[in-house]
């Protein structure tokens, strides 16, 4: 099925000083979305096709501008190694646009910057879960704990990569046991909730 992208909203959330809160809370949704329905894919599958601009009004004006504003990001960047805001930008533009390797090596220079930058280490742990490096997410998310430890956004992540990922089923209850205590409630609680359920009667591994 022909995927179909609100163009005018994609260049609104590039253009936003807001984009780097609204990707790293999207991220958090989409990671809860597949486990809610059960899927998990590798990052691989995430970008195998690159999204379909066709039949759009003025699609090709908006797919270059997109590109236009992955340039500006990549000077600036060129220009000013050392600013922060531009680099977690820039790393979180190459991730929308399917470039997660790019997009890697960018959050490292990030974190060569800032050691404690918890929306590299959350972002890149994004990254190495979908691509099946678990160990490499587990410890972006342990670094990050570390640091905050009531991140709850972190917490449950760092439960659903032991869980889903490693098959380390005990620790990652005890990690979404941990988010339950600091969400209190909500839709995220319950399902957290459900997913402990499910992982008490799974088979060891």
């Not at 820039?90 to 404690?116: H, I, N, R, S």
């Not at 890149?124 to 990050?144: G, H, R």
């Not at 704990?145 to 760092?158: C, G, H, I, S």
Request: net charge negative; with cysteine; aromatic share 12%.
């Amino acid at each position: 099925m022909r995927q179909c992208y609100n163009v005018s909203k994609v260049m609104e959330l590039f253009n936003k000083k807001t984009f780097r809160k609204k990707f790293h809370k999207g991220i958090f949704l989409f990671v809860t979305i597949l486990i809610a329905i059960g899927l998990v894919i590798p990052l691989a599958g995430l970008f195998s096709s690159q999204p379909d601009y066709s039949g759009v009004q003025g699609a090709d004006t908006a797919h270059q501008t997109l590109q236009e504003r992955l340039s500006e990001l990549e000077k600036q960047a060129q220009e000013n190694p050392g600013d922060v805001n531009v680099l977690l930008e820039l790393a979180q533009a190459y991730f929308y646009v399917g470039a997660p390797d790019q997009a890697t090596k960018t959050y490292e220079q990030v974190l060569a910057l800032d050691a404690q930058n918890s929306e590299a280490r959350y972002d890149m742990a994004t990254i190495y879960y979908y691509s099946s490096e678990y160990d490499l997410a587990v410890a972006q998310l342990q670094e990050l704990l570390k640091n905050e430890p009531d991140n709850k956004d972190a917490r449950y992540f760092y439960g659903i990569v032991l869980g889903t990922g490693v098959k380390d089923y005990q620790s990652g209850i005890q990690e979404l046991e941990k988010f339950i205590e600091l969400a209190k409630e909500g839709p995220d609680v319950e399902k957290a909730k459900q997913i402990i359920n499910e992982w008490k009667t799974a088979p060891a591994q």
